[in-house]
């Protein structure tokens, strides 16, 4: 109930491409979710996030697609460049608490 | 968002020994949090420190192990106690700023 399943493990793009990684919750009584960026001995850094009010987000390249009904959500990247490699982690916290739980991650790699 | 600094920022111990790791918060904040994001895995949330209450930890995980103070809503201390080679992993505090998470840039430990 409190897992968030994230897809693909590993993706790899081709510069210019579009990198799209997809997640799934089973708790609905999630109401934001967020997506992290993470480069290789770095902390998480909050890339965009969304609440279930609304069924897409953008901030510039990057979007957020939400599908309440199916209990998807998905971060579209578009125009991948190759500084856009790094480890994606989506995840969801319910209003009560503020706990995250995270997806698994995706590898990505942009190659020019 | 919050600047957030951890120290130290990596460490190599030895097993049975303990490690205080400080979490320093360039604002007040209510909601501190402690992950755990083993090598090459997700994060995983250890506990919750709220100023001026005890921490309240996840399943899984112990005061015993994980003593955690908060002294002031600006800093927060995780003790990973009697060390073992399954310890090692990287430690991230975050806070909560106006419902949007920020981690710090982690604390690597190896523990030999």
């Known amino acids: 109930q409190q897992q968030v399943k994230q897809s693909p493990q590993s993706l790899i793009v081709q510069k210019g491409g579009i990198s799209i990684i997809n997640c799934a919750y089973e708790?609905?009584?999630?109401?934001?979710f967020p997506w992290y960026q993470q480069f290789p001995g770095k902390g998480p850094a909050l890339l965009i996030a969304i609440r279930p009010d609304v069924s897409e987000k953008k901030e510039g390249r990057f979007t957020i697609s939400f599908n309440k009904s199916a209990k998807q959500f998905s971060l579209h990247i578009m125009d991948s460049q190759p500084g856009d490699s790094a480890t994606y982690f989506c995840a969801a916290s319910q209003w009560n608490t503020d706990k995250l739980i995270f997806g698994t991650g995706t590898r990505l790699q942009v190659f020019p | 968002s919050a600047v957030i600094s951890q120290k130290p920022s990596r460490d190599i111990c030895q097993r049975g020994t303990s490690l205080t790791i400080q979490c320093q918060v360039d604002s007040q904040v209510t909601m501190m949090f402690w992950y755990r994001q083993q090598p090459g895995q997700s994060l995983t949330l250890i506990a919750t420190?709220?100023?001026?209450?005890?921490?309240?930890?996840e399943s899984g995980f112990v005061i015993d192990k994980f003593p955690i103070s908060r002294p002031n809503l600006t800093f927060s201390t995780l003790t990973v106690s009697n060390m073992s080679p399954e310890d090692s992993s990287i430690y991230l505090c975050?806070?909560?700023?106006?419902?949007?998470?920020?981690f710090g840039p982690g604390t690597r430990l190896t523990v030999l």
């Open positions: 420190a709220n100023q001026g209450s005890e921490a309240t930890y």
């Open positions: 975050s806070v909560d700023n106006y419902n949007e998470q920020f």
């Open positions: 708790n609905t009584a999630f109401d934001y």
